[in-house]
């Protein structure tokens, strides 16, 4: 007796690939994010997982590495989105705790998608340490996302008359940002104070505070 091949979804109708295409990097998102990297995801998992022959994937990309950048695009994509509506607030300094409460939740909510997209190699200051131009995707929309921020240090200096270089600036409160989301998990176990207790202290240590709000000496 012959074994069936496996049950492949239905063709197509015209127009509909690309909704096959987008099905697809959905699929790879997910296991991606399942996983927490690329290392074990394959082209036949991924059919698997929409319900297509391998082959299929072909129709729509060149193989696993062009599917692993799109996907990690997407969740810089999904990430940006989030991180613009949170700083869309006319204050620089409500903008600013607004968006470290949203970067926070997204990798609270989103911890496979947050882990694969800090484990690739995403450059986020744009300059190719190797002297090359080989960007991807994701390398754009990780610096749209970073821009975001720099946006909101360089509003809240001219606010405060601050000289400092808002690049710079940014790149400290995305570390300190960056850490405690990192570490929330732990937080309870460890006995420290809580993720968005130490976020609402990140502007005003690194003298990003509203005026009013500073300590003074």
């Known amino acids: 007796m012959h074994s069936m091949p ?5 063709q197509n109708r015209y127009g ?12 790879t998102v997910q296991l991606m ?27 729509h990309f060149d193989g ?15 990430f940006e989105a989030v991180m613009s509506a949170a700083a869309a607030v006319a ?12 970067y926070l939740t997204f990798a609270e909510e989103n911890p496979g998608r947050y882990q694969i997209m800090f484990s690739n190699h995403i450059s986020i200051d744009g300059d190719d340490d190797c002297g090359t131009d080989d960007h991807t995707a994701a390398d754009t929309a990780d610096h749209a ?8 240090v360089q509003r809240i200096l001219h606010e405060v ?4 270089d808002p690049r710079f600036v940014a790149f400290q409160v995305f570390s ?16 420290w104070p809580g993720a968005f207790e130490l976020l609402a202290h990140v502007g005003p240590s690194l003298g990003l505070g509203r005026p009013t709000d500073m300590p003074t000496t």
Request: hydrophobic share 40%; with cysteine.
């Open 6 to 10: 496996p049950t492949e979804r239905a």
């Open 16 to 27: 509909e690939g690309s909704k096959l295409r987008s099905d697809l990097l959905d699929a």
């Open 33 to 59: 994010a399942r996983h927490g990297s690329a290392d074990q995801l394959t082209l036949r998992a991924i059919a698997r997982e929409v319900g297509v022959s391998p082959t299929a994937i072909y129709r």
């Open 64 to 78: 696993h590495e062009e599917m692993v950048v799109e996907a990690v695009t997407r969740c810089w994509n999904d």
């Open 91 to 102: 204050d620089p300094f409500d903008a600013m705790l607004a968006a470290g409460g949203a």
């Open 145 to 152: 996302t970073f821009d975001i921020l720099v946006s909101i």
């Open 161 to 164: 008359g601050d000289p400092r």
């Open 176 to 191: 300190w940002v960056h850490g405690i989301a990192s570490l929330a998990q732990n937080m309870d176990k460890l006995g």
